[in-house]
């Protein structure tokens, strides 16, 4: 099982970035897929989730507004579209799947990648 997190870097605040996920060796569209940052010196969090195909999401009240998960079942990959980006959105960013239509999630993760939001 991989997940390689791509698409990081520095930002301006108010600026925009796309990450992505790629995902292999498990069955992608079976897969509810999320998404979870790290800020320096705290713990991981969850922000963002999609459900299968695509069907619903969910985000955490930090994010509502800015940032938009989507998938694409095809290439076994979720991507984040982040928007009016803020110096607190500074964190490592992983993707995850959590869950699934067997009942349970993936317990591993990637290297993830680091977005700096600074002026």
């Known amino acids: 099982v991989q997940f390689v997190e791509s698409g990081g870097g520095l930002v301006q605040p108010g600026g925009s970035l796309r990450l992505s996920c790629v995902t292999s060796?498990?069955?992608?569209?079976?897969?509810?897929m999320s998404w979870h940052r790290q800020p320096p010196g705290k713990e991981r969090d969850f922000f963002a989730l999609?459900?299968?195909?695509?069907?619903?999401?969910d985000y955490a009240n930090s994010v509502k507004g800015r940032f938009t998960i989507s998938r694409d079942d095809a290439k076994n990959t979720v991507y984040r579209q982040m928007n009016n980006l803020k110096p607190e959105d500074t964190a490592v960013y992983y993707c995850?799947?959590?869950?699934?239509?067997?009942?349970?999630?993936?317990?591993?993760w990637g290297q993830g990648t680091q977005v700096t939001v600074s002026s």
């Open positions: 995850n799947a959590p869950t699934s239509v067997y009942g349970c999630g993936i317990d591993s």
């Open positions: 060796g498990f069955t992608f569209s079976n897969y509810v």
């Open positions: 999609i459900n299968l195909a695509g069907r619903s999401t």
